[in-house]
């Protein structure tokens, strides 16, 4: 908030004494000697635009984040939820260029819509890092991006359903909110994945990565094609993938089984569920994304140039590895 204050101040005719008020501090060590944390000793003030909290992911996301921008770290975080509603997310955006924060988080609900929203920070002189999510807007307009590579993650998935299903197989897939990227790129990566297989998609609806979501649209699968049409599902996160579940098991058939399922996250609940033997196979998506998003705010404030993309690692579980790996798994 200080570059705001100061031109206001400036404004105000007391920008001698402002001025030097605060570069003097900017100079000195912190009262405990250490370099403060941004450099200037000023909280930084940052807008977190999150998408909402429709999945186990993004509690584990949200709770890096909130982490990480702590006021240990030197931050002071005005936060916003937008109930996974891209009008009230380009909204929140708005309100943090007019309280004038120090630098703006996104994790973007959808890829389009973004263009004059991150123009308008950009007027502003605000910079903004994108986490977890991508836009389809130049990435002149956003100073880096934190994420995970998605295609990648549904070409993992693809590959598992590739080498599981040799015979003529009937899959259905639950798909994440439509026109995010992660729905995008893991329906691409998957896709091509199985170009040439027996896999059949017979249908393909978005669930919107809710539990409600997948089970509701798991519940119209069966009801249109029966159980016994049903080989495989291809859930686009594990919140999805156990309201399926629910919708097999109610339907009197065995998940895992009669029906397979190959899902993405690597949640607590979807791991739970793998080492039950209900999902078969779950590609990693990793949410703790709070420390690099916070690194990159403060070395763009801080002037460093920064790379512009940030792909964090994911891994891939079968069963057994979930079984070994759930004990030690932090979300
Ligand atoms: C992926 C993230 C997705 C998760 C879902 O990085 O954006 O959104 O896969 C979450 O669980 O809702
Ligand atoms: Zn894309």
């Known amino acids: 908030m200080k570059k705001r204050f100061l031109s206001t101040l400036a404004l105000a005719g007391v920008a001698a004494f402002a001025l030097a008020a605060c570069s003097s501090s900017g100079d000195t060590e912190s009262s405990d000697g250490a370099a403060p944390a941004d450099g200037g000793g000023d909280m930084i003030t940052v807008g977190f635009a999150q998408t909402g909290s429709e999945s186990g992911w993004r509690s584990a996301n949200t709770e890096s984040m909130k982490t990480a921008f702590s006021e240990d770290n030197g931050f002071d975080l005005v ?36 263009d004059d929203v991150l123009q308008e920070a950009s007027d502003a002189g605000i ?21 995970l ?8 998935a693809g590959e598992w359903a590739a080498e599981t299903f040799t015979e003529p197989t009937n899959m259905v897939v639950l798909e994440g909110t439509t026109g995010s990227a992660p729905a995008n790129d893991r329906a691409t990566g998957f896709d091509m994945a199985i170009e040439g297989t027996p896999i059949e998609k017979i249908d393909s609806q978005t669930g919107d990565f809710t539990r409600d979501g997948g089970k509701t649209v798991m519940e119209s699968f069966l009801q249109k094609y029966g159980a016994d049409e049903i080989d495989l599902v291809y859930a686009h996160n594990d919140d999805m993938a156990l309201g399926a579940i629910e919708a097999i098991e109610a339907a009197g058939a ?4 009669d029906i397979m399922i190959v899902s993405i996250d690597a949640v607590h609940d979807g791991m739970q569920a793998l080492a039950d033997g209900k999902i078969n196979y779950i590609v990693e998506c990793n949410p703790l ?3 690099k998003a916070a690194e990159l705010v403060k070395a763009v404030l801080a002037g460093d140039s920064v790379e512009k993309r940030t792909i964090v690692e994911d891994q891939a579980f079968d069963q057994e590895a979930a079984i070994e790996a759930l004990p030690n798994r932090s979300y």
């Open 79 to 114: 936060f916003n939820a937008a109930d996974n509603d891209p009008a009230a997310q380009i909204q929140a955006v708005r309100s943090f260029i007019n309280q004038g924060v120090d630098a703006i988080v996104i994790a973007p609900i959808v890829e389009d819509g973004w």
């Open 149 to 156: 590579d998605f295609q990648l993650e549904g070409q993992k």
């Open 127 to 147: 910079p903004v890092i994108l986490e977890d999510r991508t836009v389809s807007a130049s990435d002149d307009l956003y100073a880096s991006w934190v994420g």
């Open 289 to 291: 994304l709070g420390d």
């Open 254 to 257: 065995v998940p895992g089984e």
